[in-house]
């Protein structure tokens, strides 16, 4: 009697021990799939923000480019207002009823938020770039480590081959903006 306890002691305990690798091992295999994830997560991070980017900043530009032109048309016909007429009276009606239209004919604000957009959107972009590269650099890290290596190659994984981006500037970057 004393045998057989001891007999089904040693099974239990074997039968633990190959549990816990089993679930060390398949541990290892989804720590893997989930820096896949954080990869495949961050490089669509960065797509968001070039499509971002591919939409907002044209539209701003043609905004500013509008109202440019606008404050340009205000200012040529106040200055025609002047040089047609030797009533300085007129003329200063003309440029108060042209004040009082539009209080402010300044497109250098307009340009400061264009500007601050801009650079948000690129710092943001080299920010999901930052983290893309540092998921990269945790997932090779991890699949190439031991004992993770060893662990995965017996579950059959196989590993993806991902390359940290560089920082060279896009041929697709914003570039001439306000040229016609």
């Known amino acids: 009697m004393k045998n057989w306890k001891v007999v089904l002691i040693s ?25 896949e994830q954080a990869v495949e997560t961050s490089e669509s991070d960065i797509r968001v923000q070039e499509k971002r980017r591919i ?7 043609d905004t500013v480019k509008q109202y440019d032109k606008h404050e340009a ?3 040529q016909a106040i200055v ?16 108060t009823a042209v004040a009082e239209a539009y209080p402010e004919l300044k497109s250098n604000e307009n340009y400061k ?7 948000t959107t690129e710092n943001l972009i080299a920010q999901y770039r930052s983290a893309y590269n540092k998921q990269v650099g945790a997932y090779k890290q991890y699949v190439k480590g031991f004992p993770a290596r060893v662990f995965l190659s017996w579950t ?21 903006l306000f040229g016609e």
């Open 11 to 35: 099974i239990a305990g074997v039968v633990c021990i190959a549990g816990a690798g089993m679930f060390g091992i398949q541990g290892s295999r989804n720590h893997a799939i989930a820096l």
């Open 113 to 119: 938020q264009l500007m601050t957009e801009l650079a």
């Open 80 to 95: 025609d207002g002047r040089s047609n007429t030797s009533d300085i009276e007129n003329v200063t009606t003309a440029i």
């Open 55 to 61: 939409d907002l900043l044209p539209n701003l530009v």
């Open 73 to 75: 048309e205000v200012l």
């Open 156 to 176: 059959g994984y196989e590993m993806q081959e991902y390359e940290r981006l560089d920082y060279g500037a896009p041929v697709d970057a914003p570039t001439n």
